[in-house]
Protein backbone atom coordinates (compact mmCIF):
# COMPACT_ATOMS: atom_id res chain seq x y z
CA UNK A 1 0.00 0.00 0.00
CA UNK A 2 1.00 3.94 -0.95
CA UNK A 3 1.92 5.55 1.88
CA UNK A 4 -0.28 8.53 0.08
CA UNK A 5 -3.33 6.06 0.56
CA UNK A 6 -2.29 5.22 4.37
CA UNK A 7 -2.15 8.89 4.85
CA UNK A 8 -5.64 9.53 2.88
CA UNK A 9 -6.98 6.21 4.46
CA UNK A 10 -6.33 7.40 7.73
CA UNK A 11 -7.40 10.81 7.77
CA UNK A 12 -11.01 9.47 6.17
CA UNK A 13 -11.62 7.37 9.33
CA UNK A 14 -10.27 10.17 11.73
CA UNK A 15 -12.75 12.70 10.23
CA UNK A 16 -15.62 10.36 9.95
CA UNK A 17 -14.83 8.79 13.11
CA UNK A 18 -15.00 12.31 15.05
CA UNK A 19 -17.68 13.96 13.00
CA UNK A 20 -19.90 10.78 13.70
CA UNK A 21 -19.59 10.71 17.40
CA UNK A 22 -20.38 14.57 17.97
CA UNK A 23 -23.39 13.75 16.40
CA UNK A 24 -24.28 11.01 18.25
CA UNK A 25 -23.20 13.50 21.01
CA UNK A 26 -25.46 16.04 20.13
CA UNK A 27 -27.94 13.92 18.46
CA UNK A 28 -30.61 16.07 19.37
CA UNK A 29 -29.12 19.18 18.17
CA UNK A 30 -28.37 17.32 14.55
CA UNK A 31 -31.91 16.49 14.70
CA UNK A 32 -33.03 19.74 15.17
CA UNK A 33 -30.22 21.60 12.73
CA UNK A 34 -31.69 21.18 8.81
CA UNK A 35 -34.88 22.97 9.88
CA UNK A 36 -34.95 25.31 6.82
CA UNK A 37 -34.74 22.43 4.77
CA UNK A 38 -38.30 21.78 3.43
CA UNK A 39 -38.18 18.80 1.41
CA UNK A 40 -36.83 17.01 4.51
CA UNK A 41 -39.75 15.87 6.25
CA UNK A 42 -40.55 16.17 9.77
CA UNK A 43 -40.77 12.53 10.77
CA UNK A 44 -37.51 11.77 9.05
CA UNK A 45 -35.53 14.14 11.10
CA UNK A 46 -35.08 11.46 14.19
CA UNK A 47 -34.29 8.95 12.12
CA UNK A 48 -31.57 10.79 10.05
CA UNK A 49 -30.01 11.56 13.72
CA UNK A 50 -28.88 8.04 14.42
CA UNK A 51 -28.57 7.14 10.28
CA UNK A 52 -25.80 9.53 9.66
CA UNK A 53 -23.93 9.13 12.28
CA UNK A 54 -23.62 5.34 12.38
CA UNK A 55 -23.21 5.84 8.69
CA UNK A 56 -19.97 7.54 9.38
CA UNK A 57 -19.05 5.42 11.94
CA UNK A 58 -19.51 2.37 9.84
CA UNK A 59 -17.94 3.78 6.95
CA UNK A 60 -14.50 4.71 9.36
CA UNK A 61 -14.70 0.77 10.42
CA UNK A 62 -14.32 -0.43 6.94
CA UNK A 63 -11.71 1.74 6.00
CA UNK A 64 -9.91 0.52 8.88
CA UNK A 65 -10.52 -3.10 8.11
CA UNK A 66 -8.25 -4.22 4.88
CA UNK A 67 -10.83 -6.75 3.44
CA UNK A 68 -13.70 -3.98 3.50
CA UNK A 69 -11.84 -1.11 2.01
CA UNK A 70 -13.81 -0.63 -1.09
CA UNK A 71 -16.85 -0.93 0.67
CA UNK A 72 -15.40 1.63 3.34
CA UNK A 73 -14.90 3.96 0.30
CA UNK A 74 -18.07 3.64 -1.45
CA UNK A 75 -19.52 4.48 2.23
CA UNK A 76 -17.57 7.67 2.29
CA UNK A 77 -18.40 8.60 -1.20
CA UNK A 78 -21.71 8.39 -0.73
CA UNK A 79 -21.77 10.49 2.51
CA UNK A 80 -19.75 13.40 0.74
CA UNK A 81 -21.81 13.20 -2.25
CA UNK A 82 -24.85 13.82 0.37
CA UNK A 83 -23.09 16.73 2.25
CA UNK A 84 -22.29 18.33 -1.28
CA UNK A 85 -25.76 17.96 -2.49
CA UNK A 86 -27.12 19.55 0.57
CA UNK A 87 -24.38 22.10 0.50
CA UNK A 88 -24.89 23.17 -3.25
CA UNK A 89 -28.63 23.13 -1.92
CA UNK A 90 -28.32 25.48 0.79
CA UNK A 91 -26.00 27.63 -1.33
CA UNK A 92 -28.07 27.62 -4.45
CA UNK A 93 -31.37 28.41 -2.30
CA UNK A 94 -29.79 31.22 -0.18
CA UNK A 95 -30.65 29.07 3.01
CA UNK A 96 -27.75 30.03 5.44
CA UNK A 97 -27.43 29.18 9.13
CA UNK A 98 -25.41 30.55 11.71
CA UNK A 99 -25.90 26.59 13.44
CA UNK A 100 -22.29 25.14 13.55
CA UNK A 101 -24.52 21.67 14.13
CA UNK A 102 -25.42 21.84 10.64
CA UNK A 103 -23.11 21.02 7.74
CA UNK A 104 -21.46 24.26 7.23
CA UNK A 105 -21.92 27.34 8.76
CA UNK A 106 -22.41 30.70 6.48
CA UNK A 107 -22.56 34.18 7.62
CA UNK A 108 -24.86 36.41 5.62
CA UNK A 109 -24.01 39.34 6.64
CA UNK A 110 -26.96 40.57 7.78
CA UNK A 111 -28.02 41.61 11.92
Known amino acids: MSDLLLVCRLTLICVLT ?13 ATAPGDLTYLPDAARPALAILVPAAELIAAVLLAL ?12 A ?18 TDDPAFFFSVRTGQS
Not at 18 to 30: D, I, N, Q, S
Not at 79 to 96: E, G, I
Open 18 to 30: VAGLAKLRERRRF
Open 66 to 77: PRTLTAGLAVAA
Open 79 to 96: LCAAFSAVAVHRTAFAVF
